[in-house]
């Protein structure tokens, strides 16, 4: 597993769910694109149009989507979480939930609607027996859109997402999915949990650049969001530049790719996406899973250690966080810096995201480290 990457050997890089390395396929990607561009500028303009729809394709394959005129590329997360706030006609009266776990992105962009007389409503993740109850019993008739982390993006915990959704269409409310945490690194079904819109990055978990982001809109809620930018490429006929004063947004979510399309970040994220593809996501998620089971049982054991995140395998995927008492956690966040590590402080702790090619004998190495720390300290 470990020959799709090149990383630097003095390395443990451990820090997916923040920004990942590229793979080999993809360096290589964008090198040859790159070489292309300075020798031929775009004169092979259509293979990359070409190429852009091949990763539409393998995106709604990832994703399970019934189409891929359901897929548009954006510039990132929090631009689709944006289009979808902006985009809906808010009534007086409306309320929003989310959770209060939430990266700062599906918070703020929901907060900046109270001031239209939207209500938000914030569910306390571990007031309730369960996650989805505490967001469940938020939920009311005024309930216009629940927006979630797939995957909390500090303690690392997966909602369950069928749950969730099968509430939103009981109460004929729309479901947005932040899934920037979980796709690419477990499977994720757009039609199984019923989503109407998704979003996530594609510089995480599916190894790609940052600048390029996935957004799912269900065909059917497509009209919902009513359309905030504008230009030549968001029209159905994009290759009739006479017909200005009676053009028709694209029927697909191309309508929400108002110009020129990122052709580097596309070439870049189709290479990653292609590799995680061949392996398969069931055998990728299954290496995530068994990599942070790992960890929770080295940690567990070790004197001082609190896991911070869910230890129970269907309830998180590939973040892990921890934090040790007696000691200044971000001492040890820059000890673990200076040995090489490349990890995050989030949630109170050290998060820990390592994906399917991280090696036991990393987490054995990270363990000891932790360990030893006390003494060092
Ligand atoms: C859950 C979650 N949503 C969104 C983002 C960031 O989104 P963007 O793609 O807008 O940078 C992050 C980044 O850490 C995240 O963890």
């Given at each position: 597993?470990?020959n ?17 390395p ?7 990607a ?33 994703i ?23 985009g ?7 309320n929003i ?14 907060e ?9 409503r ?16 938020k ?12 995957v909390q ?19 004929q409310?729309?479901f ?6 979980q796709?690419g ?7 199984a ?5 998704v979003?996530?990055d ?37 290759s ?7 053009w ?9 790719e ?10 870049a ?21 068994d990599?942070?089971?790992s ?5 567990e ?8 995140s869910p ?10 966080t ?16 200076e040995?090489g590590?490349v ?7 050290i ?15 990270l ?11």
């Open positions: 597993m470990t799709y990457f090149k990383l630097d050997p003095g390395l443990i890089y451990v820090n997916h769910a923040a920004v990942a590229w793979p080999l396929r993809t360096v290589e964008v090198k040859n694109f790159a070489d292309e561009n300075g020798a031929v500028g775009s004169r092979h303009y259509e293979q990359w149009i070409k190429l852009e729809q091949t990763l539409k394709n393998n995106l709604a394959t990832l399970n989507a019934a189409s891929s005129d359901e897929i548009a590329l954006l510039k990132n997360t929090s631009e689709g979480l944006s289009i979808i706030a902006k809906i006609e808010w009534q007086a009266g409306d939930v989310i959770s209060n776990q939430e990266f700062p992105s599906n918070y703020i962009v929901w900046a609607l109270q001031r239209e007389g939207v209500e938000l914030i569910a306390d993740l571990l007031s309730t027996e369960t996650p989805e109850q505490a967001i469940i019993e939920m009311d008739s005024n309930t216009r859109l629940l927006s979630i982390s797939a993006y500090a303690s690392g915990l997966k909602m369950d997402l069928h749950t969730l959704g099968d509430a939103c269409k009981a109460n409310s729309l947005c999915v932040d899934a920037i945490q796709i690194a477990t499977q994720f079904d757009v039609q949990i019923d989503a109407d819109f979003v996530a594609g510089h995480k978990w599916m190894l790609g650049p940052e600048g390029l982001a996935l957004f799912y809109c269900k065909q059917s809620s497509m009209e919902q969001l009513k359309l905030q930018q504008f230009g030549w490429h968001m029209v159905e006929d994009l009739d530049f006479s017909n200005m004063h009676n028709q947004p694209a029927h697909s979510a191309r309508r929400f108002c110009g020129s399309p990122n052709t580097l970040t596309t070439h994220l189709q290479a990653s996406i292609s590799l995680l593809l061949e392996l398969g996501m069931e055998s990728v998620e299954a290496a995530v899973k990599n942070v089971q960890l929770i049982s080295l940690f054991s070790l004197k001082d250690v609190t896991v911070l230890t129970e395998r269907d309830r998180h995927a590939g973040i892990f921890f934090s040790k008492k007696g000691i200044d956690n971000q001492q040890l966040y820059q000890y673990l810096v040995k590590v990890c995050a402080a989030r949630g109170g702790g998060r820990f995201s390592p994906h399917f090619y991280n090696q036991a004998s990393e987490f054995e190495q363990a000891k480290w932790v360990d030893q720390f006390n003494l060092s300290a």
